[in-house]
């Protein structure tokens, strides 16, 4: 651990769980060139053989030794035998002939995507064009200005292998005095020596120094430490050891909000024999925008679908667990599409927490008297002569829709311990990383939708387009008229400054009730205080929840069309009711009839298990259009696809489920359900994963059955916590149903204080105040409008020791039924 203002040791930043996953350490090279750790792979269960009994026989497969586990990913990190890539080639094999095992993953030696010059060009404009500088001077500006805004404390989490901590960028991380308050802690492994440093890789040093390098001792700067006398505090790890996703892990489940993710791979297939693939031994492999095919970080087709896999299983994995979190990563150095599934990871995965950056040039000059942006012009850009003093993409970043938005990727680093000039997308995210964490410090409810939103509406524009052989494309995402009016089609180019300003006005726009601050101060010489805390419910049930998704699941088989007739003839009272349960509700639709294969349906007839025909959205004439475009399909057997549906309605990214809000699905039908946990022929999912689904997401389901009682629907609304209403054979009933089950979501609340941006550890316990021995968590039961509930909160002095005073600001959310948010109390902790 390196701490300004506390000398500096190079301790982990380390959380004791169940699960664990060992460091890896010797590796194998194979024949692209491509580092893989070879004392260990990553195997995956299918689910329902995911146990320690079925770990422990297939690894004797391979005659391996079961020595970590990640529980949340059902993976298994067996200890192998294996000298040489073949080898765990072959292992890999045998393991994936196994019918209990998903996957298999050799993990990567991830390199590094930088490229190095020695020369040092003038770089007057490479903060300037992302307006960085400025970014400081306004964040500094709202903190101490007239109105203050008071900054929450940030976690970051850097995937790299290590640091120089003896590097001068990182010098004033040993002064002997300086608070908390204003310091930056790094936590990392580094070496006592640069020569020793020097083994673990400049990267990481020139990664990290872009986010909190010291000010005018090296050559870079790093934006947190501009801004180290203005927030609360930062913590950021660095470390690699337990590979890709399971360091990232660790990072995120001790706090970190962002994390940055420098580096990636190309899938590459040859016939090369050894690890100098050449041009003509490819045989496929992504193509650059002149042709040629990308070699650097390249692995077979095996290791990139395998890869792929975990990545996919990861991303999903914390959309429900941790859906604020952000992943920022470099779009690469191949000069080729970064969304291309095909080819290039992890840039490719679809996912709203995955922020994806590419490299723009500076106003540098080489000693040639050439600038980078001349060069540039030369590497597939489509501007005329006149523009090519302009900013634009650099010559060798990745492109395409994928890439949201881009900065310098060229910076004044070390290569050893003297000052070079280092380029590639790996120093342009570290940029828009340490922005995220600040926008996150200035309001720390945006989602990663929000903060990717907020980061292009506020970009500077940017030439877009790139020319390639078989035509063009962009370099950035279109800037669409809703995000720029005056740059719209334009790239998108990272405006610090105004990205800030943005965080800042979304605060205003915000409906979520924010209480009284609460002030805890915990002297010296005390332990721990316990503060009671009051929360008090709106005697109005229109004012309780802040926001609330409504999904209406409407049944289109044959004998459901007088029941869809009611529905476009009510739509406006309908959404009257809809738009009363909360200060801001978005609404979508979603149909079902069920399976196109007899004897479940029809494909002449158009039947299908699920669409969604309306994303969840607060325009209120898109419900009426929709409705009025349902079609009647025919439906087969009786029982429909309503299982099948609500599964997909539950996991779909597509749908748009927020964060902290209420989630409610009206299923509307009048027949019972298929169910594939009964009959083994049907295609679509079960009672058990529909459940494990709505559970995962928090989601009450009512059921608006027409015509009378059906078991089904009784069963899927009292495991969901909703109630089913029966309505007449064309549901003229349904407004009032609508508005009887809205008013049950606010009777006999289940209600919990959750700490949020607790970073440095200080709640030890939250229990209601009536119930002092209740384990920490628990929740305050039955509670109605115009109840006022008390909480007891115990704080201490966390991870904080020493005589130097501290200053830590977090928020209390108070929540229902542990998914929607109803306020949130502002907590600062001041510990002498």
Known sequence: MLEAGGGYSNQDWFTVSADGMKELKSTVTSTSGTEFYSDYLIVRLHSDNDSLDNAQRVAA??????????????????????????SLEAIQSTLLSDSMVENVMIEPMIQTESISWTADPDLSEQRERNKLEQAADYYESIVFGTNPILPFFVAMGVFEHGLDFQLADFSTYSANEKTTRNSVTLYGRSAPTHTQANAIGNHGSNVTGVIAASLGNGGNAGLISALAGSHNGSNITVDNRLGFIGQTLKMIRNGASVVNWS?????????????????????????????????????????????????????????INYPNVVIVSSAGNGMTSAGDASYRLPTSINSDQLLVVGAHTTGASFPNGKSEDLLASEYCYAGSSESNEVVKRAYYSNYGDRVDISASGTIVGFQNETKALVMGTSYATPAVASTVAMMQSINPRLTPSEITHLLRASAS????????????????????????????????????????????????ESTLTRTDPVTVSVPSGVGEVTQTITIEIPTETTSIYDKADIAFLVDISGSYSDDIQTFRSQANELIEEFSSVANDVAVGIASFSDFPIHPYGSSAAGDYAYQLDLGLSSEQGSLQSTLDSLQIKAG?????SQLEALYQLASSREVGWRNNSLPIVFLATDAGFNNADSDASYPGHGWNDTLKALSDRGIIVFGLMS????????????????????????SAEVVSAVAAALDLTTQDMNIELEPVGDFAGVVKSIVPTNNPTAPHGTAATSVNPGDTVSFDVTFTKGNFNGSRSHIVTFRLLVNVDGVATIQEVPVTIVIN
């Open 707 to 730: 015509g009378g009682s059906i078991v089904d629907v009784h069963q899927i609304t009292d495991e969901t916590g909703g109630e089913a209403f029966t309505l007449s054979r064309d």
């Open 263 to 319: 580096w990636g791979i190309h899938r590459v297939d040859h016939n090369s024999v050894d690890s100098d693939v050449q041009q003509n031994e490819v045989t496929n492999a992504a193509l650059t925008c002149n042709g040629d095919f990308v070699l650097a970080n390249g692995v077979s087709t095996v290791q990139f679908n395998a890869i792929s896999n975990e990545l996919n299983a990861f991303f999903e994995y914390i959309a």
């Open 61 to 86: 497969l391979v005659s391996g030794s079961i020595v970590g586990r990640e529980s949340a990913l059902h993976w298994w990190q067996i200890e192998v035998n294996a000298d040489s890539y073949e």
């Open 461 to 508: 524009p940017i030439e877009n387009e790139v020319i390639t052989t078989t035509g063009s494309t962009s370099f950035t995402r279109p800037l669409t008229a809703s995000e720029s009016s005056s740059h719209s089609g334009k790239g998108a180019r990272l405006n610090a400054e105004f990205a800030l300003k943005a965080a800042v006005t979304s605060l205003g």
């Open 636 to 640: 087969g057997n009786g029982p429909e």
